[in-house]
């Protein structure tokens, strides 16, 4: 049974960081290639970044572009998802998920793509 389970939401002032985590168990962790898709009150949940299996490639939605950043650790079995400069549009529930036995490199973007899901943790960005 696999298991992804996020952590480290919260409040934040606009314009501050957080760093979000999503800790995976009940599958060898470098045979995933993991992604973080948020979803805003209202509305649909949308892709924010993926990183490959082996860590060398990463892709971002626009709006999030060099304010976020993914990274993983594959001897924690743990993706991250560093944001800083926050704005109230980031305001979401962040939910992490796993694609698993792609290519070394591949990195999904769509979410038919994942085929696990972790439940959410909330960010909540104060203006």
């Known amino acids: 049974q696999v298991q992804l389970v996020e952590s480290g939401g919260g409040l934040v002032q606009a314009g501050g960081s957080l760093r979000v985590s999503c800790a995976v168990s009940?599958?060898?962790?470098?045979?995933?290639?993991m992604g973080w898709f948020r979803q805003a009150p209202g509305k649909e949940r949308e892709f924010a970044a993926a990183?490959?299996?082996?860590?060398?490639?990463?892709i971002y939605e626009d709006s999030v572009k060099g304010r976020f950043t993914i990274s993983r650790d594959n001897a924690k079995n743990t993706v991250y998802l560093q944001m800083n400069n926050l704005k109230p549009d980031d305001t979401a529930i962040y939910y992490c998920a796993a694609h698993s036995d792609g290519p070394f490199s591949f990195v999904p973007r769509r979410m038919a793509d994942y085929i696990y899901w972790g439940q959410g943790t909330q960010v909540t960005v104060s203006s």
């Open positions: 009940g599958r060898t962790f470098s045979r995933l290639a």
């Open positions: 990183i490959s299996r082996n860590g060398d490639s990463t």
